[in-house]
T-cell receptor, first 116, second 112 residues
């Protein structure tokens, strides 16, 4: 079945570093992908919608200059956390919807980001 | 923002018992999906129920949907220790194709 691959699965880095997370659709094309953030013991919060060939759409309260999204091809979206600080430490998960929109989403395995 | 609430927040049961959790949402939807998440891991899709469906089964899972009350329930029958996880409902709203709003989740612990 369709699979979404997310890389890396775990990142530990120093404060001030920029971190890039990749989300790939492996056997289907995804013109739209979604990025979620999950803090410990909390639910997933939608951060932004990644649109192939155009600008991402950010949810209210999400800083677009902080979380840069690039969707340069039909199979790859990247999320870059710029100048990361400890409060950005979280679990980031991407997803890609099925063609029809009334099918289950395909989720990546997530990236655990820890900023020291 | 989150679409709605889930209850209970936590549930502790013994193997063999049934586990029921509920989800409420606020706006009209295309479908509602249930996911499982083991600690620190990604999401596993369980069941999708469309807005014109009232009940769906998959193995030991039973999902109901009441669009008049904007609520859904997930029943896990004959639970096993391996069912220990967090369970989330997620709604796909009308005219928001693909975008999911997640509930707060129910943490289920099944003890042998």
């Amino acid at each position: 079945g369709a699979v979404v691959s997310q890389h890396p699965s775990w990142v530990i880095c120093k404060s001030g570093t920029s971190v890039k997370i990749e989300c790939r659709s492996l056997d289907f094309q995804a013109t739209t992908m979604f990025w979620y953030r999950q803090f410990p013991k909390q639910s997933l919060m939608l951060m932004a919608t990644s649109n192939e060939g155009s600008k991402a759409t950010y949810e209210q309260g999400v800083e677009k200059d902080k979380f840069l999204i690039n969707h340069a091809s039909l199979t790859l979206s990247t999320l870059t956390v710029t100048s990361a600080h400890p409060e950005d430490s979280s679990f980031y998960i991407c997803s890609a919807p099925h063609d029809t929109g009334n099918q289950p989403q395909h989720f990546g395995d997530g990236t655990r980001l820890s900023i020291l | 923002s989150q679409q709605g609430e889930e209850d209970p927040q936590a549930l502790s049961i013994q193997e063999g018992e049934n586990a029921t959790m509920n989800c409420s949402y606020k706006t009209s939807i295309n479908n509602l999906q249930w996911y499982r998440q083991n600690s620190g891991r990604g999401l596993v899709h369980l069941i999708l129920i469309r807005s014109n469906e009232r009940e769906k089964h998959s193995g030991r899972l039973r999902v109901t949907l009441d669009t008049s009350k904007k609520s859904s329930s997930l029943l896990i029958t004959a639970s096993r220790a391996a069912d220990t996880a967090s369970y989330f409902c997620a709604t796909a709203q009308l005219r928001s194709w693909g975008k999911l709003q997640f509930g707060a989740g129910t943490q289920v612990v099944v003890t042998p």
